[in-house]
């Protein structure tokens, strides 16, 4: 009885641990393009660097992010270190970053944005960039692994969701706000804007018509402080009002948060992620306008600067990681695919391993370039109806042997159809997974419909060998 209750353990501690989407994931993107050599060996390359160089243990199973302060860590730092170790499905150092996340909580429930090395807060109160990646890596980690283990995911995804809803998004206004202490219509940050994760925030739980409303906000700040300073391109400015204008109370902030320089940079890859993800028409324009900044008026990636004015002149002076990578990613909606890969042959000629926000920034976006960067089923699917043709529906191996596997929502109706018309197998799913065995059946080329109860279905391709 002991050695059957100590293999029952062991069984639930490998079934807690095992994942969904194992590294690498090759997506193919439904809207824009891919690089043509894009290799899923660049990103985990680039993760194994940043890992090695920026990520310490601490005690009790926590890790912490070293910042550029080597005893220092950022709330940022540790958001995107969940983004990057969900989605390369490093269980370990994902919980143990939420861990460290959690130890250092304010009042409203987010983390201090500064801490000394593995305990000690120098920097109080919320930064809101670190939420919005921390909740939605939380999303992903509830897809790969679920949410039965010690740490449930979606309900810490909820709360902090919850959080920056009641906190970081101004009331009324759906303007985001840049910490859960200040900000909003007067002074925002657009490369915090993350659209993509504010519908996915929506699905997620049962709150669409919110999230949906702090999305379209976004395009219409960025919109406006385009127009009101006759900006080239992409080019917001690091700080705003909700206006467009400049903020009077960004004086602290570099050039008076004017330019469009280290927070401004990483705009085009947060927008990108909604177009890839959810084809939003905003998402593409501004991607666009981005990626032809790059390929028409600079004469493409080699010549970017790692700062401009809005009026497209360039004030700084380095061509980095931070701004080539972002750049590229907006090149995925640039419907060039010349300039897609020479920018992702420049990004990844770029090195600079010891520097916190290249390194980390140049593997966030070669997630995103090589298709690693994605958006979960749970995060497509509410909690209470679905949209068939909104849902990832993914199915392996194929080609298959004999038998295949179909990841989609549950209660679907799966068909298999042979060759002639024939359908040969049908069931209603009751989980996510669901496999098939195909070993009685001819070789040849076979469809699997998945259909919702209203009727609506999408149908995939399998060869049978």
Not at 160 to 182: M, R, T
Not at 409 to 430: A, C, L
Request: charged share 15%; proline share 3%; hydrophobic share 35%.
């Amino acid at each position: 009885m002991k050695n059957l209750l100590l293999i029952t353990v062991a069984f639930l501690c490998l079934k807690s641990n095992a994942q969904k989407q194992p590294f690498p994931a090759n997506v193919v993107f439904n809207n824009g393009l891919m690089p043509t050599a894009k290799n899923s060996q660049d990103a985990k390359t680039n993760y194994d660097t940043w890992k090695i160089n920026f990520v310490e243990a601490c005690y009790n199973e926590r890790y912490r992010v070293k910042f550029d302060n080597r005893s220092e860590t950022v709330s940022e730092g540790i958001g995107y270190g969940m983004l990057l170790s969900v989605y390369m499905a490093d269980k370990t150092l994902f919980d143990g970053l939420w861990l460290y996340y959690k130890d250092n909580l304010n009042v409203n429930k987010v983390m201090n944005w500064k801490i000394n090395g593995c305990s000690g807060t120098s920097g109080y109160n919320g930064a809101t960039d670190a939420e919005l990646d921390a909740a939605f890596a939380l999303i992903v980690a509830d897809y790969q692994w679920s949410s039965a283990g010690t740490i449930n995911y979606k309900n810490d995804a909820t709360a902090l969701i919850s959080a920056i809803k009641n906190h970081e998004v101004e009331a009324n206004s759906y303007v985001l706000k840049p910490g859960d202490q200040f900000g909003g219509s007067q002074i925002t940050n657009p490369s915090y804007f993350s659209p993509a994760y504010y519908r996915a925030f929506g699905t997620f739980t049962n709150d669409t018509a919110f999230w949906n409303q702090v999305a379209a906000k976004s395009y219409t700040v960025i919109n406006n402080n385009l127009t009101k300073n006759n900006a080239v391109g992409g080019l917001v400015s690091d700080w705003c009002e909700a206006s467009g204008a400049y903020s009077s109370q960004a004086g602290g902030y570099a050039n008076a948060g004017k330019m469009y320089t280290y927070d401004a940079a990483r705009t085009p890859w947060r927008i990108a992620v909604d177009y890839l993800w959810y084809g939003n028409a905003d998402a593409k324009a501004y991607a666009k306008k981005s990626s032809d900044f790059v390929r028409i008026n600079l004469g493409g990636s080699l010549n970017i600067k790692d700062g401009y004015n809005q009026n497209g002149n360039a004030s700084g002076q380095w061509h980095n990681a931070t701004f080539v990578g972002a750049f590229a990613c907006a090149a995925m909606a640039g419907e060039n695919q010349k300039h897609l890969n020479d920018s992702y042959a420049d990004l990844k000629s770029l090195d600079d391993p010891n520097n916190y926000f290249h390194q980390t920034l140049k593997t966030l976006y070669s997630f995103l370039l090589t298709g690693n960067f994605y958006l979960p089923l749970n995060a497509t699917l509410s909690n209470d109806t679905f949209d068939i043709e909104k849902s990832t529906v993914t199915l392996y191996p194929n080609p298959s042997a004999d038998r295949i596997t179909v990841n989609a929502p549950q209660q679907s109706t799966i068909s298999v159809i042979s060759p002639s018309g024939s359908v040969i197998y049908q069931q209603k799913t009751i989980s996510e997974n669901t496999e098939i065995n195909l070993s009685s059946q001819a070789s040849g080329i076979y469809f699997v419909k998945i259909a919702n109860d209203d009727f609506k279905s999408i149908t995939k391709k399998v060869i049978l060998k």
